[in-house]
């Protein structure tokens, strides 16, 4: 008969270890612990070892459901160009829009700003209705009623007769946007292992990328359209995705770490066997859930809570912040710059069809982007991207600054800033843009994962109204605008050199850790800069460790329970 009590055992100075009375704690509340670190010891071990490959062969099942789950991003990175390409739309302005004094109609700026904000303002919503509901009803259930609402918002927009039922269905369809937002990553980062965690993440940045060109080429495509098609065929074109992504997400696996964060292990092993190839002979699922089980057991003793406000409490608050700068990060490195090539390329002379056309062309760099980024992060790591990437896009910010010093009536410097941003935008989607949604599901606790990348998404969307309003400024002529064109880029290089700073002395390396590794290098407060090097062995701490005891005659048990306190020893 087996119990498990704490032993003392010299302190071992080179490795990292939780602290004394989290081991300590951990063992009195959960029955079995010892036996439960033993297997969650060597399922950690067996991932550190894992490669991209093998992984791959081992979890091809969590790979395609975290595509499919991921791929309801493409609607919002949609919509995001459909809507404000609408307003250089005659047939758009003259539905929605009132009569000028020079004859042509044009939406009223006070419902541009309504329109773009009413859909950002239930994204916000979306958000923080997401933290609480996916939790306590798990991600599959959330992203099938958030799908089944998209279905129904959409007739909204899609039969709207005035500019303010468009704008109640632009909000009503923020709220699932919302949802896929956050839940989409959140999922990614929880049904793969530690060797496909970035991937799965970084594609959600690609699904964005992927909308926006689909956006893009079906306006280029309804432009020769005089009737209300021109509008309306974009609007019907977003039912295309729910519809069989719902379908497909009744089939889905609920995420093993909720299943385990609820004392559901028995379905959690389920869920697991369902994500991962049969009959493996080098996985074991028992020790992959004991390790969910040792992760969970340590973030309770850590920080037992899981409400939005004790994402600000005592440890979590470091990756609170984390998680919100890193995000906020895309927005103030001068991103914002990135839908305004095909301006400069109309200023330089190009035709509008033309200019659409190579707006096309940068989201596909974009696309080309994300992709060549799954290359550089299995070498260089998340924050040696997110640190060089933000360097690189400065030194295009102050190119871009310094080349509008010339006359707007020089051509060869509109030419040359458009050409930029096209390279701004490969060097952002190759770095800044898919390493965020990597870094921000791994910095977070389990138990506070979606809340914590809310947060950090409102904050970016908060942060993005205001960056909005002022490059709106920025851009817009005198006397209505500050008139300062491309040498706004001057502003935004300051502000993307603050983000550099931060990045280097707050961002840390999360390459190669298992969270539970994490919860231990947070909850010791090491610096951001030593992450990536410091040794840890979350199965001990400083004095104390957790072994297995027998009182038995048996021989067998006896060498059995030997084995236990070596691996613990």
Partial sequence: MRRDSIKEIPADNNALHPEDTVVRRASEAIPGFAELSAEAKD?????????????????PKAVGWSILLSTAIIMEGYDVVLLSSFYALPQFNKKYGVLTPDGTYTVPAPWKSGLSNGALCGEILGLFINGIVSEKYGYRKTMLASLAMMIAFIFIPFFSHNIETLLVGEILCGIPWGVFQTLTTAYASEVCPVALRAYLCTYVNLCWVIGQFIASGVLRGVLDRSDQWAYRIPFAIQWLWPLPILIGVIFAPESPWWLVRHGR??????????????????????????????????EKQISAGTSYIDCF?????????????????????????????????????LPTTSAFDLSMAQYALGMVGTVGSWFLMHRAGRR????YGSCALLGLLLIIGLTAIA??????????IGSMLLIFTFVYDFTVGPVCYSLVAEVSSTRLKAKTIVLARNF??????????????????????WGWSAKSAFFWAGSCALCI??????????????????????????????FRDTKIDIFRNDHLAPVTEVDS?????????????????
């Fill in 43 to 59: 399922a950690t071990e067996k991932e550190h070892q894992m490669g991209f490959k093998q992984a791959l062969r081992l979890y």
């Fill in 265 to 298: 292990e028995a379905d959690a092993k389920k869920a697991l066997l369902r994500l991962t190839t049969r009959n493996d002979p080098t996985f074991n699922a028992d020790a992959t859930i004991a390790m969910m089980s040792h992760t969970n057991a340590l």
């Fill in 313 to 349: 409490k005592g440890v979590d608050r470091r990756r609170t912040e984390i998680a919100c700068m890193t995000w906020m990060v895309q927005t103030l490195c001068g991103s914002t710059f990135m839908g305004y090539s095909t301006y400069f390329y109309q200023q330089a002379g």
């Fill in 384 to 387: 040696t991207l997110y640190l």
């Fill in 407 to 416: 006359p707007a009536s020089n051509q060869p410097s509109r030419w040359a």
């Fill in 460 to 481: 970016y969307n908060i942060g993005g109204i205001v960056v909005n309003v002022l490059t709106t400024y920025q851009l817009t002529p005198k006397p209505n605008g």
């Fill in 501 to 530: 700073v931060w990045i280097f002395f707050r961002l840390p390396e999360p390459k190669g850790r298992t969270y539970g590794e994490m919860d231990v290098l947070f909850e010791r407060g090491v610096s951001a800069r030593k």
């Fill in 553 to 569: 005659s048996s021989e067998k048990e006896a060498e059995k329970a030997a084995v236990v306190m070596v691996e613990k020893a």
